[in-house]
């Protein structure tokens, strides 16, 4: 440079009118330099001002939806459990078990030991996943070959087993997450629990009419996480608790529910009845402590058995000579008999053109309002029943809870079947007497008789005590109905003729030893299938009859022949009561039954 | 060349041989004193220097701490878990040993027969009511048959539940 701007000097002296040398121009390589500098920094800062000012937003939407994620927080299904708290349903984790079969053959190839051993591919992951699941070695292999992208490989497993499954990593198989609804103790109390579908959706029994309570609301959280899944400590996460469905909590004592069971699963079997039921009822709080039916079926595969219903209050038939009870209390009450009041009681007699026969022949006897009943005469009974009205037996009929539903709280419950009076045409006006012409399940049977025990009040039954609450106490759903149908006095005088009507000489059918038994049975036809006749036996009754608080209904369905409720229901009642009064405690009050005269 | 010739060629160089132009009094060299310097840079710039690295030291620190806890939140997250299923496995197991059906299964195992005729006190008068009798061994038993069969364990049991892992597996 200094040399050239030397030349230039000595040109100039010597040579001034000669053109100047073309010479570099730095300033305008300058300019042009620092323009495409700018160029490109404008170009950047454009880009930059459009990912990070004018598209800012979507771009980092973009972001932060990669690496959110939300998870639903799946809200419990609140436990069903007995009266002291004893778990009868509860919702556990399972895992469901899948495979893609074109995966599986990749096992163990990049093991370099196990390829020299040869232990790669189906064979080998079979061969160390079949002790896991239980399975033999061959049908693991059968479950894992196929093309098949997604196949179950069992459902329901443990989380411990799906945890060593996948511990496994054995390529293609996975599992997923579900809720399983368990009932430990099997068919105990199934029929009043019910169950739920594979889906949770509940299908039966308290399960479902008490779905509002158990099922809890699902929450979420949602948070962005990191490439470990680990959360992002700063970025934004919000939780929406789940919240788990309410514990409910039912009248039934477990194991009297199960004992109950037993015995008329038993009775069933013995005298080849199609159907049992046995109803325990607290007669003062309408609690039902029991509500056992044979045969029943186990919730936790109710596909493996046929009968899924409740049939102890959807089902109904004539109640028979149970029936026999109202008559006479609502004589009593109306005051058109007394307890002395006496009766000539043929075998058959005539009433208004219609033959009422006995159910077994007998000469003439001449019996007392006691005798009558204990002998269950339906000639008799009749008698009584002429002096009232029609319209008076049906209102009574009808404040003893028959022909309404009890709402106990189980879905499908019948009303049975109480006609208008004026519909008591021929027979019927006679019948009704007896306990026939009119239908009711055994719940309302049980239901009405406990009120012979509660002093004259019927308790609306109810098989749900509360829901749980937080704290542990139980939440009461509300207070049961209770209507009175008879004064305390009557009440007292029908107790009394139940007393007597079963001897407590420890041999008789329906006795409890040491303890006052006040029952009645019944029995009924029903007309079947094909023109054929079954019969229905039942036995409802208390203990101890001086001071009752427990009344239990033995009911059979379906016996081909005729067998009375005191030789077939009898027994298990005795049992069942037996149990009862010492399972809830109730001592003898060492008062023996009331024997009342029952001829003149 | 051409350039060096020239510079040689420069022999016109007046400054050089160009007599001194007379000599102006020198100025008197006087002693001043040292001007005051601003102290030493070094404290403010330890001191910023000191103030970025504590800074980015506790910023790094916090970060670290907040990984660190995130992971423990996965870590700790994943033992509730299994813990939990843990639990819930072992409710399952009393769950199922403590069913009627199980308890009573047990209890006949152990030679227990129900009771079927129970006697009670009466605290307030010390009287014994009802009476007891021991039962007779093995004729009780046979008297009260097992209704295991009519009330059959629930139907969830029946899977085989053994696997033969160590029980530390974990995903």
Same mark, same amino acid.
């Given at each position: 440079?200094?040399?050239?701007?030397?030349?230039?000097?000595?040109?100039?002296?010597?040579?001034?009118?000669?053109?100047?040398?073309?010479?570099?121009?730095?300033?305008?390589?300058?300019?042009?330099?620092?323009?495409?500098?700018?160029?490109?920094?404008?170009?950047?800062?454009?880009?930059?001002?459009?990912?990070?000012?004018?598209?800012?937003?979507?771009?980092?939407?973009?972001?932060?939806?990669?690496?959110?994620?939300?998870?639903?927080?799946?809200?419990?299904?609140?436990?069903?459990?007995?009266?002291?708290?004893?778990?009868?349903?509860?919702?556990?984790?399972?895992?469901?078990?899948?495979?893609?079969?074109?995966?599986?053959?990749?096992?163990?190839?990049?093991?370099?030991?196990?390829?020299?051993?040869?232990?790669?591919?189906?064979?080998?992951?079979?061969?160390?996943?079949?002790?896991?699941?239980?399975?033999?070695?061959?049908?693991?292999?059968?479950?894992?070959?196929?093309?098949?992208?997604?196949?179950?490989?069992?459902?329901?497993?443990?989380?411990?087993?799906?945890?060593?499954?996948?511990?496994?990593?054995?390529?293609?198989?996975?599992?997923?997450?579900?809720?399983?609804?368990?009932?430990?103790?099997?068919?105990?109390?199934?029929?009043?629990?019910?169950?739920?579908?594979?889906?949770?959706?509940?299908?039966?029994?308290?399960?479902?009419?008490?779905?509002?309570?158990?099922?809890?609301?699902?929450?979420?959280?949602?948070?962005?996480?990191?490439?470990?899944?680990?959360?992002?400590?700063?970025?934004?996460?919000?939780?929406?608790?789940?919240?788990?469905?309410?514990?409910?909590?039912?009248?039934?004592?477990?194991?009297?529910?199960?004992?109950?069971?037993?015995?008329?699963?038993?009775?069933?079997?013995?005298? !080849?009845?199609?159907?049992? #039921?046995? *109803?325990?009822?607290?007669?003062? /709080? @309408?609690?039902?402590? +029991? %509500? $056992?039916? &044979?045969?029943?079926?186990?919730?936790?595969?109710?596909?493996?058995?046929?009968?899924? !219903?409740?049939?102890?209050? #959807?089902? *109904?038939?004539?109640?028979?000579? /149970? @029936?026999?009870?109202? +008559? %006479? $209390?609502? &004589?009593?009450?109306?005051?058109?008999?007394?307890?002395?009041?006496?009766?000539?009681?043929?075998?058959?007699?005539?009433?208004?053109?219609?033959?009422?026969?006995?159910?077994?022949?007998?000469? +003439?006897?001449?019996?007392?309002?006691?005798?009558?009943?204990?002998?269950?005469?339906?000639?008799?009974?009749?008698?009584?029943?002429?002096?009232?009205?029609?319209?008076?037996?049906?209102?009574?009929?009808?404040?003893?809870?028959?022909?309404?539903?009890?709402?106990?709280?189980?879905?499908?419950?019948?009303?049975?079947?109480?006609?208008?009076?004026?519909?008591?045409?021929?027979?019927?006006?006679?019948?009704?007497?007896?306990?026939?012409?009119?239908?009711?399940?055994?719940?309302?049977?049980?239901?009405?008789?406990?009120?012979?025990?509660?002093?004259?009040?019927?308790?609306?039954?109810?098989?749900?005590?509360?829901?749980?609450?937080?704290?542990?106490?139980?939440?009461?759903?509300?207070?049961?109905?209770?209507?009175?149908?008879?004064?305390?006095?009557?009440?007292?005088?029908?107790?009394?003729?139940?007393?007597?009507?079963?001897?407590?000489?420890?041999?008789?059918?329906?006795?409890?030893?040491?303890?006052?038994?006040?029952?009645?049975?019944?029995?009924?036809?029903?007309?079947?299938?094909?023109?054929?006749?079954?019969?229905?036996?039942?036995?409802?009754?208390?203990?101890?009859?001086?001071?009752?608080?427990?009344?239990?209904?033995?009911?059979?369905?379906?016996?081909?022949?005729?067998?009375?409720?005191?030789?077939?229901?009898?027994?298990?009642?005795?049992?069942?009561?037996?149990?009862?009064?010492?399972?809830?405690?109730?001592?003898?009050?060492?008062?023996?039954?009331?024997?009342?005269?029952?001829?003149? | 060349?051409?350039?060096?010739?020239?510079?040689?060629?420069?022999?016109?160089?007046?400054?050089?041989?160009?007599?001194?132009?007379?000599?102006?009094?020198?100025?008197?060299?006087?002693?001043?004193?040292?001007?005051?310097?601003?102290?030493?840079?070094?404290?403010?710039?330890?001191?910023?220097?000191?103030?970025?690295?504590?800074?980015?030291?506790?910023?790094?620190?916090?970060?670290?701490?907040?990984?660190?806890?995130?992971?423990?939140?996965?870590?700790?997250?994943?033992?509730?878990?299994?813990?939990?299923?843990?639990?819930?496995?072992?409710?399952?197991?009393?769950?199922?040993?403590?069913?009627?059906?199980?308890?009573?299964?047990?209890?006949?195992?152990?030679?227990?027969?129900?009771?079927?005729?129970?006697?009670?006190?009466?605290?307030?008068?010390?009287?014994?009511?009802?009476?007891?009798?021991?039962?007779?061994?093995?004729?009780?038993?046979?008297?009260?048959?097992?209704?295991?069969?009519?009330?059959?364990?629930?139907?969830?049991?029946?899977?085989?539940?053994?696997?033969?892992?160590?029980?530390?597996?974990?995903?």
């Amino acid at each position: 440079m200094a040399t050239s701007r030397r030349t230039d000097r000595r040109t100039r002296t010597s040579r001034p009118r000669l053109p100047a040398a073309q010479v570099g121009t730095p300033a305008v390589r300058h300019r042009l330099v620092l323009s495409m500098i700018m160029v490109a920094v404008l170009a950047l800062s454009g880009r930059l001002l459009w990912v990070q000012g004018l598209d800012a937003s979507a771009r980092a939407q973009e972001a932060i939806d990669a690496r959110t994620t939300t998870r639903t927080i799946p809200a419990l299904r609140g436990d069903i459990t007995d009266r002291d708290g004893t778990v009868l349903a509860s919702s556990v984790e399972r895992f469901d078990l899948w495979v893609n079969q074109r995966q599986v053959s990749t096992y163990q190839q990049d093991d370099k030991e196990a390829v020299a051993a040869g232990d790669t591919g189906v064979k080998a992951a079979a061969a160390d996943l079949a002790p896991v699941l239980g399975w033999t070695v061959e049908d693991t292999e059968k479950a894992l070959t196929g093309d098949k992208g997604f196949k179950y490989l069992q459902k329901n497993v443990e989380p411990a087993v799906r945890n060593a499954v996948i511990a496994l990593k054995i390529p293609g198989l996975g599992a997923d997450r579900v809720a399983d609804r368990l009932y430990p103790a099997g068919s105990v109390g199934g029929n009043v629990l019910g169950f739920v579908g594979a889906d949770g959706a509940p299908l039966a029994g308290a399960e479902l009419s008490y779905d509002d309570m158990l099922a809890g609301t699902n929450g979420k959280t949602t948070y962005e996480r990191g490439a470990g899944g680990q959360i992002i400590p700063t970025a934004t996460q919000s939780t929406t608790a789940a919240v788990d469905g309410s514990d409910l909590v039912l009248t039934l004592d477990r194991d009297l529910q199960w004992k109950a069971q037993e015995i008329i699963a038993s009775t069933v079997d013995q005298w !080849g009845a199609t159907a049992g #039921s046995i *109803v325990i009822l607290d007669a003062h /709080t @309408g609690e039902v402590l +029991t %509500l $056992a039916e &044979a045969p029943t079926y186990d919730p936790n595969s109710p596909e493996s058995d046929s009968y899924l !219903g409740n049939r102890t209050v #959807s089902d *109904v038939y004539e109640p028979g000579s /149970t @029936g026999k009870l109202f +008559t %006479l $209390a609502a &004589a009593l009450e109306e005051g058109t008999v007394d307890m002395d009041s006496q009766y000539t009681v043929p075998y058959t007699m005539s009433f208004n053109g219609e033959r009422i026969k006995d159910s077994h022949s007998h000469p +003439t006897q001449k019996l007392t309002l006691a005798g009558v009943l204990k002998n269950s005469s339906n000639v008799g009974t009749v008698q009584i029943s002429e002096t009232l009205s029609d319209q008076t037996r049906y209102d009574y009929l009808k404040a003893f809870g028959l022909g309404e539903t009890t709402g106990v709280g189980l879905p499908g419950e019948s009303k049975g079947i109480v006609h208008d009076p004026s519909k008591w045409t021929g027979r019927t006006k006679y019948t009704t007497a007896f306990g026939q012409g009119y239908a009711v399940t055994a719940l309302q049977m049980v239901s009405a008789i406990s009120t012979f025990a509660n002093d004259g009040v019927r308790v609306q039954p109810q098989i749900v005590k509360g829901v749980k609450e937080e704290d542990g106490s139980v939440r009461s759903l509300g207070e049961p109905t209770q209507t009175r149908v008879v004064s305390s006095e009557t009440s007292q005088k029908v107790l009394e003729l139940m007393d007597n009507n079963v001897v407590d000489d420890g041999k008789t059918n329906g006795d409890v030893p040491g303890y006052a038994v006040a029952a009645k049975s019944g029995t009924a036809q029903v007309p079947g299938e094909n023109g054929g006749i079954t019969y229905t036996a039942s036995f409802i009754g208390t203990a101890p009859a001086d001071d009752p608080d427990i009344v239990i209904g033995v009911t059979l369905f379906g016996l081909n022949s005729f067998i009375s409720g005191t030789t077939a229901a009898a027994p298990a009642f005795s049992q069942i009561m037996a149990y009862t009064l010492q399972n809830q405690g109730i001592a003898p009050t060492g008062k023996p039954g009331r024997e009342l005269e029952n001829e003149w | 060349m051409a350039s060096t010739t020239a510079v040689r060629a420069a022999a016109v160089r007046p400054a050089r041989t160009a007599p001194r132009p007379a000599a102006a009094p020198r100025p008197r060299l006087t002693i001043l004193s040292r001007p005051r310097t601003a102290g030493s840079p070094l404290p403010f710039t330890a001191l910023c220097t000191l103030i970025v690295v504590a800074t980015l030291a506790t910023l790094l620190y916090l970060n670290i701490q907040m990984s660190d806890t995130s992971y423990e939140i996965t870590r700790l997250q994943s033992q509730s878990q299994s813990l939990t299923q843990e639990k819930q496995a072992l409710a399952e197991t009393n769950e199922r040993l403590g069913t009627p059906q199980e308890l009573e299964r047990q209890a006949r195992e152990l030679g227990m027969v129900p009771v079927s005729e129970p006697a009670y006190i009466d605290l307030s008068t010390g009287k014994v009511l009802g009476e007891s009798t021991p039962t007779a061994g093995d004729a009780a038993v046979a008297d009260t048959p097992s209704a295991s069969s009519a009330v059959p364990p629930a139907e969830i049991y029946d899977q085989p539940s053994s696997y033969h892992g160590m029980g530390n597996e974990g995903d």
